[in-house]
């Protein structure tokens, strides 16, 4: 069975970092298109970054230079590196595994986990 | 970046068909994923690549995908399908591949 953990969340002040972690199991991380997708208290869904099966990383423009997307094949964990934090990165982190078919120009997410809150306030 | 455009949200009475629109443009050429959100819960994908469903997900929910417009339809509608929706498409050309519509709120009357 597939399963997303995620961890890490909590009340950190602005310009602090935090590191969420999602512990996966019934799949391989390393082949596969991981994702985190954030949510701010009563909005949308906002993509935050993806980590290919490879080594090809990209980031939202509203991440991009303060947060790092990773994994630990050993573990089989996916990690976000949240560094500068500010209040507008207030949200519920999710990740979420990417499914791209062989000869796909598509990706869509099949599981997600069940999210880590982070609040940045003073 | 590619902009996805939903409407706020939709009313819809119980046994009633409901229909939530994605646009964007020449939206036809892209494929497009639809997932529904419950209060206090992850996203659950409802449907992938313009039309397929996932298993466990009842023959009540279809889309198409044609021209500007992208659309889920759910039919006799159940209370319990009163939730967020939300579009995705993927771009993999660009530095930022995953878009998202803003999401609809579906209120079951």
């Known amino acids: 069975e597939v399963q997303l953990v995620e961890s890490g969340g909590g009340l950190i002040q602005p310009g602090g970092s935090l590191r969420l972690s999602c512990a996966a199991s019934g799949f391989t991380v390393s082949s596969n298109y991981m994702n985190w997708v954030r949510q701010a208290p009563g909005k949308g869904l906002e993509w935050v970054s993806v980590i290919y099966s490879g080594t090809g990383t990209y980031y939202a423009d509203s991440v991009k230079g303060r947060f790092t997307i990773s994994r630990d094949n050993s573990k089989n964990t996916l990690y976000l590196q949240m560094n500068s934090l500010r209040a507008e990165d207030t949200a519920v982190y999710y990740c979420a595994r990417g499914i791209v078919p062989p000869g796909s120009s598509s990706l869509w997410f099949d599981y997600w986990g069940q999210g880590a809150l982070v609040t940045v306030s003073s | 970046s590619y902009v996805l455009t939903q409407p706020p949200s939709v009313s819809v009475a119980p046994g009633k068909p409901a229909s939530v629109t994605c646009g964007g443009v020449n939206i036809g050429n892209k494929s497009v994923h639809w997932y529904q959100q419950k209060p206090g819960q992850a996203p659950v994908l409802v449907i992938y690549?313009?039309?397929d469903r996932p298993s466990g997900i009842p023959e009540r929910f279809s889309a198409s995908n044609s021209g500007n417009t992208a659309t889920l339809t759910i039919n006799r509608v159940e209370a319990g399908d009163e939730a967020a929706y939300f579009c995705?498409?993927?771009?993999?050309?660009?530095?930022?591949?995953?878009?998202f519509g803003g999401g609809t709120r579906l209120t079951v009357l």
């Open positions: 690549s313009d039309t």
């Open positions: 995705q498409v993927w771009d993999g050309s660009s530095d930022h591949p995953v878009v």
